[in-house]
């Protein structure tokens, strides 16, 4: 309803923090548990425990191949300890997603805009299969040198490729600001890319994975040489309306520690400065490191892999901001890594002995199978609870960071008499055993008030056509309030076959008295069609006693709606109706 709110919220709001920390450190870590439990009961009668990491192909796994699962383990553990941030919930889709959304092509904006309404109906069940699953695949990488690692390597490949489209919009590949300064290709298709090494036979390693990634590296920097010379990048320009500049000055408004703020605001301030000589900085390096990555194989160079870190590192500072920070990071950005990638293909690795084992055997496979057993439990539950929760019913998540809670009362509902759609009296109450469900609408109103009448014409089809509830909406609109426009209204809407639904009126006057007594401010101004007035709901008992209030200010999204009609028909339960 106009003036009387917004569809904004806090991603930290209250009431879905706490519902967050509830589900995640608790629902889901005794639902964790009890799946642990079992696999490890499994382990024991199976005698797998025994030779859990001891196989001959896990004890002569290559030294690079140990880098990358342990590394990339590490990755996907942090990625998944920052999933448990508690804004993550209705954060990540409106947040991180949605900004991506911007030049991708209409195969996958569909795909990604279908993602985000699958998020905001589950935003709780979501974030915490996110976040157990990435915890899982990290500590089975870590854990497992082996088969158990190899299966978390191919699960990691999915995830990090729907993370890559749906999440990151293809890593920004088809936007016209697409850098690698700024994240492009993504990070997630590197995580991709290492999962499909360690998913792969150790027989890949040392050689050919070393030789295959270094020249994939060098050509992914071939191609960000060229996007970094274009001059729509807008890297050439000089003072504040350097792209780098301009990032720099966006970044440290995000919440983050003063030094870091600092560093970034002076890197953004010298690209401004340098203008095109910054950028000229940039494009050797990358022209360097390119070059330099495709001989090294043959050459057996090493300084061109310790150019790539080093510039990583440098530029993941003051280019990314780290990109850890602000409360909806999802991963540490694209050139972290990406240098992880580099340094475990560095040639200096290749012939290097395995890793020394300073655990005894024992040891290693009993304390490794606890683990294992504990991540595989997250991974089980994590795939499992996000395919029920996809297919379940809206969670009422951004209803109540919309909205808030709904207020319990026992209170005699005001009675009325006022005159419905087709000319006959109606009064509240009028048909015993019903229940009631509320509100108050604009006969003229296309913003809100058709979203409230749909989520009635959405709650009376859950409960079917024979359920024992009235639908009443009351004009609200000092001057347009005839039974025509109540008419036009319901036609427009389609509401005339829904059973039970009254939209009511009468003379201003009696109008008037039912806002009145319900507590309904509606405003109106003569340069104005529709009128200014309170969402609200009541749930009335077939007694006459309103039960709950409802302040329902609609959400646009299909995901919105659908969290709001979850709310009113729990609530319509919890009043007695079945």
Request: glycine residues 10%; contains cysteine.
């Amino acid at each position: 309803m106009p003036g009387m709110g917004g569809s904004h919220y806090s991603y930290t709001n209250p009431l879905v923090t706490d519902a967050f920390i509830h589900s995640v450190f608790l629902t889901c870590v005794l639902w964790i548990i009890g799946i642990a439990f079992a696999v490890m009961v499994f382990s024991v009668a199976s005698r797998r425990v025994l030779g859990f990491n001891l196989s001959e192909q896990g004890l002569s796994e290559p030294r690079n191949r140990s880098y990358v699962r342990m590394g990339f383990g590490a990755l996907w553990l942090f990625d998944g300890i920052l999933q448990f941030q508690s804004s993550m919930p209705l954060g990540l889709a409106n947040g991180v997603v949605a900004p991506a959304l911007a030049g991708t092509p209409a195969w996958l904006h569909a795909l990604m805009l279908h993602g985000i309404s699958i998020w905001n109906s589950h935003p709780i069940a979501l974030a915490d299969g996110t976040a157990w699953i990435q915890v899982g695949i990290g500590v089975l990488l870590l854990v497992s040198n082996a088969t158990v690692g190899r299966f978390a390597a191919a699960i990691s490949v999915g995830w990090a490729m729907m993370i890559w489209l749906v999440g990151n919009g293809a890593g920004g590949i088809f936007q016209s600001s697409s850098n690698i300064l700024f994240g492009w290709p993504g990070a997630t298709l590197f995580y991709a890319g290492a999962g499909l090494w360690l998913a792969l036979s150790p027989r890949n390693f040392p050689e050919r994975f070393s030789r295959i990634t270094l020249r994939a590296v060098s050509a992914v920097l071939a191609i960000a040489l060229v996007l970094q010379i274009l001059p729509s990048r807008e890297f050439w320009h000089g003072g504040n309306s350097n792209a780098l500049t301009v990032m720099a000055q966006s970044m440290v408004k995000t919440p983050q520690p003063h030094w870091l703020a600092y560093v970034v605001s002076k890197f953004g301030a010298a690209a401004g400065t340098l203008g095109g000589g910054f950028n000229l900085i940039v494009i050797f390096w990358l022209a360097a490191t390119a070059a330099g990555l495709w001989m090294a194989p043959s050459r057996q160079w090493r300084w061109p892999v310790w150019s790539l870190v080093v510039g990583a590192v440098v530029f993941w500072i003051g280019a990314q901001d780290t990109a850890i920070f602000g409360g909806v990071a999802t991963d540490v950005n694209s050139l972290i890594p990406l240098a992880l990638l580099t340094f475990c293909a560095s040639p200096a690795l290749v012939g290097r002995p395995v890793l020394p084992r300073r655990l005894p055997s024992e040891l290693r496979a009993s304390a490794g199978s606890v683990f294992a057993s504990f991540a595989t439990a997250m991974v089980v539950f994590s795939v499992v609870s996000m395919g029920i929760a996809t297919f379940a019913s809206a969670e009422n998540t951004l209803f109540l960071a919309q909205n808030g809670p709904a207020s319990a009362v026992n209170i005699t509902a005001p009675g009325f008499t006022l005159t419905d759609q087709s000319g006959a009296s109606f009064t509240l109450g009028e048909h015993p055993g019903h229940y009631t469900l509320l509100t108050f609408l604009d006969p003229v109103c296309y913003t809100d008030c058709p979203l409230l009448a749909g989520q009635m014409q959405q709650v009376a089809s859950a409960f079917g056509a024979h359920a024992p509830l009235d639908l009443v909406a009351v004009a609200a609109n000092p001057r347009f309030e005839t039974i025509t426009n109540v008419r036009s209204f319901i036609g427009k809407h389609s509401l005339g076959s829904v059973r039970n639904f009254y939209f009511v009126t009468d003379k201003l006057s009696r109008v008037s008295k039912v806002w009145n007594a319900y507590g309904i401010q509606v405003a109106s101004s003569p340069k104005a069609v529709m009128s200014v007035h309170s969402d609200v709901m009541f749930v009335i008992s077939p007694e006459g006693h309103t039960l709950w209030i409802i302040p329902d200010d609609p959400i646009s999204s299909s995901s919105g709606q659908n969290s709001a009609v979850t709310e009113l028909i729990a609530l319509l339960h919890r009043a007695g109706l079945k």
